[in-house]
Every structure is written in C-alpha cells, then in structure tokens.
C-alpha cells in the first residue's frame, strides 16, 4: 500500500534507508541539487529562512554557521522532525513538526523560503505557494527543487535499487498521481510537467528569475564514472523565483 510524503519518511525501513543513501560519497542531493540551489541563494548570511519539508536540517545548521538571522524548519514526518531537532541541537534553529499544507504561515516574516524536494508529495500546491507569496517580506526569495519531470513522468524502465542508465519517459502531459517503489517502500508522489510549476509561480504573482537542471560539475564528484553517468538524465528540477516589492 503507497503512503503520502510523510508517512512514507516515518516507516522505519525507509528512514533508515533514506538517511544511509542521503550521506553516501557522491549522491545525487550532494553533487548536483545542492550546489545548484548554493548558487542560487548565497550569502545567506543575515536572512529568516523558512525551510519546507526540511529533512534532518542539516542545512539549516550550516546557514546558521553561515550568518543567517534565523531558520525554521517545516518538516512533516515525526521520525524526520526529531532527527532536525537534534541536528539543531545547541543553535537558534527551529522545527516545527507539520505538514507545509497545515502549517499556519506567518505574514511577511521571511527573506528566503527553500522547499528542496517536498514539493512533489503535495496534491495541491496552489495553496502552499499562496502562502509562501504572503509569509515572504518585500523582495523575498523563493528557491525550490523537485524531482525532474522526466523523472515522475514514468519509471516503468527502472528497478528500484538499480543505477540509472537511460530513462522511459511517458505519460508526461497526463499529470498528477504517481505511486512509485523506492527505498524499500511504495510512496505516493504527483507529477507535474516544468510548464505547470512555471505557471503556478506566476499566477501566484511571482517574478521567475532562473530555472535549472542541476547540470554535473565534474569538481563536485569523487568519481568520474558517477559524473559521467550523471549526464545522462535530469534528477532535479530547480526553480527561484521573487516576489516583489
Ligand atoms: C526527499 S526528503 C528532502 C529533505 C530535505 N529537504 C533535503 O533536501 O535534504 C523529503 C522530505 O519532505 C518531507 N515531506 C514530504 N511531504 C511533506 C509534507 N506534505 N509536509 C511536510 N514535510 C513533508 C519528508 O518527510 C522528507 O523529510
């Protein structure tokens, strides 16, 4: 039986799982989404940053290293929540442990909103980016990542466990639920083309200021058949986007 998001992170197996691949040498999260969202968003320093689904938060600790003003982490699943609360353990972070749909956003309160790759558990993000708009000050940032479209189209041609060599992509413009096996369960993601997400933004009243695909960097790597490989299919899909003064 596929679980949402949350529920999904909070099975003992897969976050035993995830948190094993999540600081493994040269995984994808660590060589191709995070550098492109850094240059995306530094200097952090002296920013309020909202994190959504925020994971273990250890980014959260190194903006803080980093001079960010303050970070709050969103974070769904109670066994993720607990390992981000640890993680911050003896610095100003914050968790707060909610879904981003029922979190209660504050207003104008944040300069950088983040969201690496949550967005692709929610059924409807219309709402959610409403509520960043709102609880972004005046010139504030929003930067997200979500698993590339190609990838939540179809995996019908992968094996979970298995490296990825080539990929089937179908189905793309039949957007919405996907259920998929990974890390030894069965999550429930959705699927939306690059278009929907572009739209979404500015209907919400964003100014789309890049877009990317976290392209390999060779200097990123330990080793150069991982980064070789990694040219051969888009993992992320990167947005960052202003909301005006
Ligand atoms: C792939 S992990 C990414 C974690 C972190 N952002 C990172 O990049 O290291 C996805 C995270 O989003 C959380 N999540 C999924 N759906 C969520 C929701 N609706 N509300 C809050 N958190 C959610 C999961 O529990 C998990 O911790």
Not at 71 to 78: D, K, L, W
Request: proline residues 5%.
């Amino acid at each position: 039986m596929e679980k949402a998001g949350p529920n999904f992170y909070d099975d003992d197996e897969v976050f035993a799982t995830y948190m094993r691949h999540r600081q493994r040498t040269d995984t994808p999260n660590e060589t191709l989404e995070k550098p492109a969202i850094l240059e995306l968003i530094v200097p952090v320093a002296n920013k309020r940053i909202l994190d959504l689904g925020c994971g273990d938060a250890a980014i959260g600790k190194e903006f803080l290293h980093h001079g960010a003003a303050s970070y709050i982490g969103v974070e769904g699943s109670q066994k993720m929540a607990a390992a981000a609360i640890q993680m911050l353990t003896g610095t100003s972070g914050r968790v707060i442990p909610q879904t981003i749909e029922d979190w209660s956003y504050p207003p104008e309160a944040f300069d950088l909103v983040l969201a690496r790759l949550v967005l692709h558990y929610v059924a409807d993000l219309a709402p959610v980016f409403n509520n960043v708009f709102q609880t972004l000050a005046a010139r504030g940032q929003f930067v997200f990542s979500v698993e590339h479209p190609v990838i939540t189209s179809c995996d019908r041609g992968w094996r979970a466990g298995t490296l990825r060599q080539d990929w089937v992509v179908d189905d793309y413009f039949s957007t919405g639920v996907r259920v998929a096996d990974w890390l030894g369960g069965t999550v429930q993601k959705y699927h939306r083309t690059i278009e929907d997400y572009f739209h979404l933004l500015q209907t919400t009243g964003f100014q789309i200021e890049a877009l990317r695909e976290a392209r390999p960097q060779l200097n990123h790597f330990h080793d150069p058949q991982t980064y070789e490989r990694r040219k051969r299919i888009p993992l992320f899909l990167i947005l960052s986007a202003h909301k005006s003064a």
